[in-house]
């Protein structure tokens, strides 16, 4: 389900967020017994294993049954979360924006529950526009908490983010299977997807694909951008969700195409020094090393790289360099993400590393201070005998 | 009511007899005062700017310092559980340390140079004599492995070793002010300043460790290419014994395993990539192969003491690759490689001056080891308990960081 990425695409997305939930008042929510009815309801989380599982026979709907009853008890509970929010925090507009975003999403869902003619492909439909509808959550939200720095605890701040980001992650997940799953009509003779799992995903491939994306922003926006060199293990292939590993590799490779270009620039070297990608694959796990000489980054902004909102892009105001009419779009083009434009506000790298640790991998970066800097990507093999114990 | 330790000389050992409960009262004594730690700065600065004032304020110094730390280490070694400390290896190292207490304890302040040069003896004695001690606690440790959870017995041998590359390296240079010759450290005689003295702390060229590493090691593995593929002339101060140690670790361990990786085709190894890099406070090594990584199973472990524990037959240690590549050559010794100690010291002595070890690995591809050394020389000795600035510190030098680094590696 790969999206193609134009560069247009990404110019042309506004930054304002429509307002897309009901005007109804925050008040009614205090005797609204429903939400807790069903936030006090246990998660039944299914393992990735059962997910593939429902794919190989999509026509019994198995993902339906199971998402129907699982997705608001997830959506109460980040209803609640919302509800624990400071309320100050709760009444800026972007947050409010986000939490009615669920509230909603909970009320038209919720009915399916119990309904007696349940018909998947309608179901499978509603979801297909709420997930159009959540586009834009991890955006929106960053803007919100940006406002709300004075009034927050980082740590609390970050606590709630976490598990924002993890339930987005899984509900997600969780509703586009389903509607996946739903359009199909047979199973396939010798499928190699299973709703949106691919299980002969080619990192080399992907990589190829979002340093070529990546390179035509930097492009675009310095005028020049590094050569990004594949190595090592090129033709393996595993079982994965595409849209995280390419989320995080485009991240990464935004990080190092920007430090690269930035920091030969300062050093004023002739050429750019290309960026290495290194993929192995062993029994336990697939790794990707992405080796840049971007200069580095200093141990106490290496501290906090993984925090929310730490940032060390430049707004499009201080920047002196006014070439072009473009380049504050370009600029924010560069900064932004698969997902939506981020506009630099820090929260690439924490997004990519819980997009990594989801499935049980891990995301380390070493920097080297003046000159560059070594991101270790490493997922686990989601294949059956794992697969069983990780559970969304 | 203090009992008498007898003399540790020449060749005569005291008997190893259990600790008694109520001799303890010095070792608590001592116990009580924190270490001061110093930085190489501090240290390079006397050893720069010799004058004989000097050398008996550096003799003092170092005469009570020593108690301090080893105090400190006798307690945490009367902290292991009983059965441990029972251990006749550990048992002997208990002795050993308890005896250079003693000795060290007893000695009068010095005033005068003759007084110095007795002292000399009596530390130089102390070094030599305390040669087994890694063997004896390496083995030890191995033997008491159900005693004792691995975690305890890296944090207590880390401690130790730290430690005692402290009191050695101050011992050392202490020695190497007064003239006299060190044990262990090879005070280099290809970096005589223009009186001839001899320093423990040298100028290190980071590319000229590096050759040197290269050239030990090249003979032992033809064939495969060590390519420093980016270099600069950076220059740092540090005991050359330490880094050399670590680097030829390093080096030696992506050797070794290109080479079982690819057994049949010496030639057509994948070469090792080095790259040296630095800013204005710190040198950075990376040294990356093609050996295979290392997998799941082991990765944890890189930094466990005596993992191999074939110390049975090596009765001294010093901790330094001249030893190390004696023993290489010797067939005898080297069918006890390997010990197991190569990483875990590499980092004791990175970790010393404010520095780091990192090693990251692509299972079934290769490893990237990664070590950083401070380079300013302004960070106080990594001894791992609280510290307090001293008067030392401000005759020399104010302006010192009193910070631990933070580290270049995060996930």
């Known amino acids: 389900m790969l999206r193609s990425h134009g560069v247009a695409r990404y110019l042309t997305r506004s ?165 996946v799953l739903t359009e199909q009509d047979q199973p396939q003779q010798q499928p190699r997807h299973f709703g949106i799992i691919d299980t002969k995903l080619q990192p080399s491939q992907l990589v190829q694909h979002c340093a070529e994306f990546v390179a035509e922003l930097c492009d675009f926006n310095y005028g020049v951008s590094p050569e990004t060199i594949v190595n090592g293990h090129v033709d393996t292939s595993f079982t994965y969700v595409p849209v995280h590993l390419e989320y995080i590799l485009t991240e990464l490779l935004k990080n190092s195409h920007r430090a690269t270009v930035e920091h030969s620039r300062k050093q004023q070297l002739v050429d750019v020094p290309p960026i290495e990608v290194t993929i192995s694959h062993s029994q336990e796990e697939i790794g990707i090393r992405i080796r840049d000489q971007g200069g580095g980054i200093n141990e106490d902004s290496l501290a906090k790289v993984f925090d929310y909102s730490y940032t060390t892009v430049k707004k499009p105001g201080e920047d002196d360099d006014q070439l072009s009419i473009f380049n504050g779009m370009a600029q924010m083009a560069m900064q932004s993400g698969v997902g939506g434009p981020l506009a630099g506000l820090g929260y690439g790298l924490p997004l990519a590393r819980m997009y990594a640790q989801y499935f049980g991998g891990s995301l380390t970066l070493v920097s080297m201070n003046g000159y560059g800097c070594d991101t270790f990507l490493k997922l686990k093999h989601i294949d059956q005998s794992l697969a069983e114990g990780l559970e969304i | 009511m203090i009992r008498v330790s007898k003399r540790l000389t020449g060749g005569s050992r005291a008997k190893v007899s259990e600790p008694q409960f109520y001799a303890n009262k010095a070792v608590q004594e001592y116990a009580q005062f924190k270490p001061t730690p110093i930085t190489l700065r501090q240290l390079l600065f006397y050893e720069r700017h010799r004058t004989n004032e000097r050398l008996l304020k550096s003799a003092n110094y170092v005469r009570q310092e020593l108690p301090i730390r080893i105090a400190h ?30 000795r060290l304890r007893c000695c009068k302040p010095i005033e005068t140079l003759g007084d110095n040069a007795r002292f000399c003896q009596t530390l130089q004695h102390s070094l030599q004599d305390h040669l087994v001690v890694i063997p004896h606690l390496a083995l030890g440790m191995q033997e008491c492995q159900e005693y004792i959870t691995i975690e305890k017995r890296d944090n207590f041998m880390n401690t130790l070793l730290r430690s005692r590359i402290s009191r050695r390296v101050l011992a050392e240079q202490h020695l190497v002010l007064s003239g006299c010759p060190p044990v262990v450290t090879s005070a280099a005689n290809d970096d005589l300043p223009e009186s001839g003295k001899t320093m423990v702390f040298q100028h290190c060229k980071a590319q000229q460790i590096l050759r040197n590493c290269i050239s030990r090691l090249e003979p032992k593995y033809p064939g495969i290419k060590m390519i420093i593929q ?9 005991v050359l014994d330490h880094i050399e140690y670590i680097l030829y670790q390093i080096l030696r361990n992506s050797l070794c395993h290109t080479k079982s990786r690819h057994p049949s085709h010496l030639h057509a190894c994948p070469p090792i990539y080095i790259t040296v890099c630095a800013n204005d406070t710190d040198v950075y090594f990376r040294i990356s192969d093609k050996a295979g990584g290392i997998p799941a199973s082991v990765y944890p472990q890189l930094w466990s003491f005596g993992r191999h524990g074939n110390f049975k037959n090596v009765k001294t240690w010093t901790g330094t690759i001249n030893e190390q590549i004696a023993n290489e ?52 000795e990594h001894l791992d308990e609280e510290f307090s600035a001293s008067d030392l510190h401000s005759q020399v030098d104010s302006g010192s960081l009193a910070e631990h680094r933070k580290y270049f590696v995060i996930k």
């Open chain 1, 15 to 179: 930054l304002t967020t429509v307002t897309k939930t009901s005007e109804k008042p925050l008040g009614q929510a205090f005797y609204d017994d429903k939400i807790l009815t069903y936030a006090n309801k246990p998660v039944q989380p299914v393992s990735l294993h059962q997910l593939i599982r429902f794919g190989q026979t999509p026509s019994s709907n198995q993902s339906a049954q199971y998402a129907r009853t699982e997705l608001p008890v997830r959506l109460a509970r980040r209803v609640r979360a919302f509800q624990t929010l400071p309320f100050i925090v709760g009444t800026n507009p972007y947050i409010r924006e986000i939490y009615r975003l669920y509230y909603d999403s909970f009320e038209s869902l919720e009915p399916f529950v119990q309904m007696k003619q349940f018909d998947p492909v309608t179901y499978a439909d509603k979801l297909k526009d709420l997930v159009e509808r959540h586009t834009d959550n991890i955006p929106t939200l960053a803007r919100g908490f940006l406002e709300c720095k004075q009034y927050m605890d980082p740590h609390d701040m970050a606590i709630f983010l976490d598990e924002v980001i993890k339930a987005r992650i899984g509900i997600r997940l969780i509703a586009e299977q389903c509607i």
């Open chain 2, 73 to 102: 280490r006798l307690r945490d070694m009367q902290q292991l559980p009983f059965i441990v400390g029972m251990n006749s290896h550990i048992l002997t190292v208990y002795q050993l340390y308890l005896d250079a207490f003693e």
């Open chain 2, 230 to 238: 980016q270099s600069c002339d950076v220059e740092f101060s540090y």
């Open chain 2, 329 to 380: 050559n010797d067939p005898a010794a080297a069918q006890l490689m390997p010990l197991g100690m190569g990483l875990p010291m590499s980092k004791v002595y990175a970790e010393f001056w404010g520095g780091d070890i990192s090693i990251m690995t692509l299972d079934n591809f290769g490893t990237d080891a990664y070590v950083r050394i401070p380079k300013l020389g302004d960070q106080l």
